[in-house]
């Protein structure tokens, strides 16, 4: 059997949807290494401009130096040494993805292990983006109940929004994760359902594996195994994936949501909830007032997306360096950086 592909893999969903369970769980396989989210890949992407071109040994070394230095990038969850990590970068190709490659694949050694992923709830929002420094990556969108998901942020100390946002919120990690299934294909996209993990994770596993061209390890049933070394011990609201996988937080929404957010969420979400195969409660239309916040809610977002498009469009039309995409990512090779400027 040929050995799988060195893809990137991309996990991604509604904040509160169990993409950290289905982080560990791929962090669990042999082959593969997913770490805590990092914070410092989509930075580096908008502040690209401020590196210059990478070309030149001293802006890789200035865009290393951000990335292992900057306290909010998180780069210390990784437990890699920061010194190598800015070496592999300045010695590596002149490319943004390149650059961010480097530092995952040093957190994957540091597990003996040669292939990466990443993962982010947000991350949904931009995988054009992401998609440009990683063009070979494998995105796997994790859905859960738009209304559990919503019951869980409102329990959040670290979430700073209303439910209405967080209705909006899941309603775009839908619409997103359908637009990129259409673009993309089977054989880059993935979509799969939190209720389905966590009844049946060997079977889902095993097919989620199958589409990212791995064998299937038992291990993986198991995260909690990896918990204590894939999870920041300040993440308390994480405390969850130390257990067994169980059902205890699913279909909680009907104890934590208040009847007008149940009202709210069926109103404006139910097609969305339909279409993924989650019965409505039966409740009876939001008043106007509600569904004319969550309308407001979902233009402005519209609006802020539309605004980071064509801000990314036109920063596009004057990169400042040819090529942002990661080189050879399936291989893992080193590279020489190639021709540059003092």
Known sequence: MAPPPDRTIIVLG???SGTTLLQLMLHAHPRIAVPPETR???DTYWRRREFGDLRKTANRTALAEHIVRQKRSRFGDLGIDPEQAVAGIVNGP???GSALSSVFREYARRFDKPRWGDKRPGYYQHIDELLRMFPDAQI???IRDGRDCVGSLKQMDWYRHDSVTAMATWAEAIDYGQAAARRLGPDSYYQMYYENL????????SALCA???EEFDPAMCEPNQVADVAVPKRKTWHENTHR???RSSSGSWEKRLEPWEIRLS????GSRLRQNGYELSGAPRAAARDVARYAKTATMRRLARRKRRFRDRWWRLNEPTPNIAAVDTRSGHRHAAGSEEG
């Open 266 to 269: 069926e109103t404006v979400l």
């Open 94 to 96: 002149p490319t943004l």
């Open 14 to 16: 509604c904040p509160r």
């Open 211 to 213: 589409f990212l061209g």
């Open 244 to 246: 067994e996988v169980n």
């Open 198 to 205: 966590i009844d049946s994770a060997e079977e889902e596993l």
């Open 40 to 42: 410092f890949v989509l």
């Open 140 to 142: 796997v969108h994790l």
